[in-house]
């Protein structure tokens, strides 16, 4: 239960205690601010408090985004402070300096324009605008939010409320913000209207989230029947499970259930949605007669890199030290482009996000065969993957902001260096500081190139995919040796993931035998899942995963190496079931030390994220 103090008695007529105690607060009422005072020293320390001006009038939906988001420790809107515990201190020592109006300037303006009134809750804001505090003020739009100051304002105010339907306004503002063409015109028109639904039956995105995965699932396992039957129906499943999907995030929006745990499962199950779909594909073609295991494997790594790109780029530039980092030639015809009307949402399909890519997925699946989906889904996720790569090399070109060391620590958590490369680096620091500052990405693409070539044309078996891999982990150790600042040292991480993900697909398909395919897919799925879940504690800063982990499971160079050296060692069947019982390890550890993770993060009350972002 959380707890709202009104500054005295309502106004007559007024709904404002109603209003609170809809939105699940307990309401006490002062009869002067140092009662006040009073009553927020009394609430426990675990829970939300709001201190609400008795004049109030306004929306209940702008005291629903001020008083109830998880996401921000304070919050306010003129009328209405809220703290959740992690900001009480500061309301408390804010409240005693409202109440003695000791150093508060008169008549201040707030970043939103609106001229602070007399009143306790206006000079608690500017209180903790004066500490310095971190205060959310929700964007309101249209929304109304105000303190009359006498009967003619106060009719004024209340017809401005009655001339706004504030549902719809909520119901709007449930929809992300920017999204593909497919999502925001053939799925959002109505999946907020499902969302709603949801809300008003005490459904939890969680649970959406949840209905949308076993949806998936099922449409993997229809697709794996391998009839013309299953494939329609897995494509018209894997629609719903995609309206699901969009309906997850837009609840949350709509009732503010923002939550760690949530953030971290709808973007896990994302992936895990579209990747099992791929398996039941791959499976249902083999029963039909037709191998596509590769195409399946070839479409995972080529998706699990193109994110990889947008991960490392984003934060290699998060944080930038200077101000002019985003002006170049490339950002601003990109911004010249924006606003062309048409161009922004050719751009937003041509790099075939989570919805283009899905619908086409479904409709492929449903009117043609697995093997005509595959090459669809790699030519259209190559093309996407050379325009943004392309376009970020340019802006990287003429970047001038120095890279911060939170920056090249978040690239080198996303590197997923091993033992063998951190040992090697540690000796190699001195001439590695010696090289030109686009030698990095170009020393880890050439071991990469160099191990994944060695694979395919040296056949299954050899000593020298061994020995390729060797030089693979000591060009890694190379291209980590020192800080990742430098303007192209984004490519790292991604050049690591394909040169990884590559070596096992040659291994794999130079086998030769039935199941060698389907065991490196397990693998490379279950190495994407650690990589994607670096990726979600970086940017929930959670930090990267635990040391012990990574070299629990060997780092990039150490997987590449032991796959090599298991390509030569066994037959190709036992290398076969080398690698399943390898997956399975890497899997079960990974696995295990992530759910611990964010289970423990989400109970012990680590601050709510919701990642707009962008379209995966």
């Avoid at 306004?58 to 001020?66: E, P």
Wanted: proline share 5%; charged share 15%.
């Amino acid at each position: 239960m959380s707890t709202a103090i009104l500054t005295g008695q309502p106004v007559p007529g007024s709904s404002l205690e109603g209003d609170l105690r809809s939105l699940g607060f307990d309401v006490r009422i002062a009869s002067g601010p140092a009662e006040a005072e009073t009553l927020l020293a009394g609430v426990p320390a675990g829970q939300r408090v709001a201190v609400v001006d008795a004049r109030f009038v306004g929306h209940v939906h702008a005291l629903r985004l001020a008083l109830t988001d998880p996401r921000f420790p304070l919050a306010a809107i003129p009328g209405a402070v809220t703290a959740q515990p992690a900001g009480r201190q500061d309301l408390t020592r804010a409240t005693a300096r409202g109440n003695s109006g000791a150093d508060l300037p008169a008549g201040e303006t707030h970043a939103g324009g609106t001229t602070l009134v007399d009143g306790l809750t206006d000079r608690i804001a500017t209180a903790l605008a004066a500490d310095g505090a971190d205060v959310h003020r929700p964007e309101l739009g249209s929304l109304v939010a105000t303190v009359p100051r006498d009967p003619q304002s106060r009719n004024e105010a209340r017809q401005a409320v009655a001339a706004v339907d504030d549902e719809a306004v909520r119901l709007k503002s449930a929809v992300k913000a920017r999204d593909g063409f497919f999502t925001t015109h053939f799925i959002s028109p109505y999946s907020r209207y499902i969302a709603r639904w949801c809300a008003r039956r005490g459904l939890t995105p969680n649970q959406v989230t949840t209905a949308s995965l076993l949806t998936a699932l099922i449409a993997a396992g229809c697709a794996a029947t391998g009839t013309r039957g299953g494939f329609v129906a897995a494509g018209v499943l894997l629609l719903a499970s995609f309206v699901l999907d969009c309906t997850d995030g837009q609840l949350a929006r709509y009732s503010l259930q923002y939550s760690t745990l949530g953030a971290w499962l709808d973007a896990t199950f994302d992936r895990a949605k579209e990747y099992a779909y791929y398996a039941g594909l791959a499976l249902g073609a083999a029963r039909g007669g037709d191998d596509v295991w590769a195409l399946a494997l070839g479409a995972m790594v080529l998706q699990t890199c193109r994110h990889v790109v947008d991960f490392s780029f984003n934060e290699a530039n998060a944080g930038d030290t200077d101000a002019t980092a985003g002006t170049s030639p490339t950002a601003a015809l990109s911004d010249r482009l924006d606003s062309v009307g048409w161009t922004v949402w050719v751009r937003r399909m041509i790099v075939l996000p989570i919805g283009e890519r899905w619908a086409m997925i479904a409709v492929l699946t449903a009117l043609t065969t697995p093997r005509v989906t595959f090459y669809a889904l790699l030519v259209g996720c190559a093309f996407a993957a050379t325009y943004t790569t392309a376009g970020r090399v340019l802006r990287s070109l003429t970047r001038k902001a120095r890279r911060t060391d939170r920056a090249a620590r978040a690239l080198a958590d996303l590197a997923d260096s091993g033992p063998l490369a951190e040992g090697l680096a540690g000796a190699l620091r001195n001439p590695a500081r010696r090289l030109p500052g686009a030698a990095t990405p170009a020393v880890a693409l050439l071991g990469g190139l160099a191990v994944v070539a060695t694979a395919v044309l040296t056949g299954f078996g050899g000593p020298w995919t061994i020995a390729a891999s060797c030089l693979y982990v000591l060009t890694s150790a190379v291209a980590v040796a020192r800080p990742l600042k430098g303007a192209f040292d984004w490519l790292v991480p991604p050049f690591f993931r394909a040169a990884e993900y590559g070596t096992v697909l040659a291994l794999a398909a130079d086998a030769e035998v039935n199941g060698a395919l389907p065991a490196a897919y397990g693998l490379v799925a279950a190495v994407a899942y650690h990589h994607y879940d670096t990726v979600y504690r970086i940017r929930g800063d959670a930090g990267a995963p635990p040391h012990w982990l990574v070299r629990a499971i060997g780092g990039h160079e150490g997987r590449v190496l032991a796959v090599a050296v298991l390509a030569a060692l066994l037959t190709a069947p036992q290398f076969t079931v080398a690698l399943t019982v390898l997956a399975v390890a890497v899997a079960l550890v990974v696995l295990f030390e992530s759910v611990r993770f964010w289970v423990a993060a989400h109970q012990g009350g680590a601050p709510a994220v919701h990642d707009e972002g962008e379209p995966a």
